[in-house]
Nanobody, 115 residues
């Protein structure tokens, strides 16, 4: 049984910052990929950023240079530092981990960027 516990969402003004974290617990041998997706109302879920076990990172074009993904393998935790937030970043953010045989999703955390 694998569980993902997310934290760090909230309401922030445009230009502000938030850091999301997601800790994976349970029967975990290794995690291949850790990442964050988001879904805004009426839109499809999209990949925001992910990071491979070796450290290779991928970002959505619209967040490049503003968001930074990192992971702590000892803690099975992934972080998303979000700077210069824009109203269009408003969405529910979901943590995702790929263990190889299985993959798992967090429950989602709301990020709202509004003045």
């Amino acid at each position: 049984q694998v569980q993902l516990v997310e934290s760090g969402g909230g309401l922030v003004q445009p230009g502000g910052s938030l850091t999301l974290s997601c800790a994976a617990t349970g029967n975990i041998y290794s995690i291949n990929v850790m990442g964050w997706y988001r879904q805004a109302p009426g839109k499809q879920r999209e990949l925001v950023a992910n990071i491979l076990s070796g450290g290779t990172k991928t970002y959505l074009d619209s967040v490049m240079g503003r968001f930074t993904i990192s992971r702590d393998n000892a803690k099975n935790t992934v972080y998303l530092q979000m700077n210069s937030l824009k109203p269009e970043d408003t969405a529910t953010y979901y943590c995702h981990v790929d263990l190889g045989p299985t993959d798992h999703w967090g429950q989602g955390t709301q990020v709202t960027v509004s003045s």
